[in-house]
């Protein structure tokens, strides 16, 4: 996968830093960045209704809910998460990212950095730019408790057509079902 690619995951980041310069001028702090960063690759998790505004523009753009790397959202942006804080380490690094502190820990490009995002010709830095623009206009005011209640809404497995949620398999049993172990034996025990 790309996202496993370390120059991929930074290509990215700076692009998305680039693009948060318009909404966040002073810089993006380190938890929002994170839903950012995750969303604007995989932006119809957020988009996923039929009659979304932005829908068509991102299907147009080539990206497809039908991908493999749908299928398991919540395990993807904690992977996701835990390596955001390396590859921010390495822009600061190669001086393409710098910080400032206002309240709290702010990221945004250097001119080293934008000057780089202008050399990007891919078709893919152009989707993706047009995808971090959407997050970011639509997520920039929101707070960051509501923030964190979104990207649990979207990174939650749907619930299948047999009405079981599919996130409830991997949960701990509570209460009544925790007395009740039925799976893989019968309430009598195992017969022969």
């Known amino acids: 996968m790309p996202e496993h690619d370390t120059v991929f995951r930074l290509a990215q980041l700076v692009l998305l ?3 948060a310069a318009q909404f966040h001028p ?4 380190l938890e929002r960045l994170g839903v950012y960063d995750f969303i604007a690759a995989n932006p119809l998790l957020m988009a996923s209704a039929e009659d979304d505004p932005d829908r068509l523009e991102l299907l147009m753009a080539g990206f497809d809910d039908r ?8 395990q993807r942006f904690a992977t996701r998460r835990e390596r955001l804080q390396h590859d921010l380490a390495l822009l600061l690094a190669y001086d393409l990212a710098t910080t ?3 309240g709290h ?3 945004r490009l250097t001119s080293a950095g934008h ?4 050399r990007f010709t891919a078709m893919y830095a152009h989707s993706y730019t047009l995808a971090a623009n959407i997050v970011m206009n639509r997520l920039r005011k929101v707070s960051d408790s509501r923030l964190r209640e979104c990207i649990t809404d ?3 497995l749907p619930i ?3 009405g079981i949620d599919l996130a409830d398999l991997f949960t701990e049993p509570t209460g009544q079902e925790a007395d009740d172990d039925t799976v893989g034996s019968s309430a009598t025990g195992p017969t022969s």
């Open 17 to 19: 830093l680039d693009a």
């Open 26 to 29: 002073d810089g993006v702090p």
């Open 67 to 74: 991908a493999l790397s749908y299928a398991s959202p919540a």
């Open 100 to 102: 400032a502190v206002r």
């Open 105 to 107: 820990v702010l990221y």
């Open 115 to 118: 000057e780089l995002t202008s």
């Open 154 to 156: 979207w990174t939650r």
């Open 160 to 162: 299948s057509p047999t």
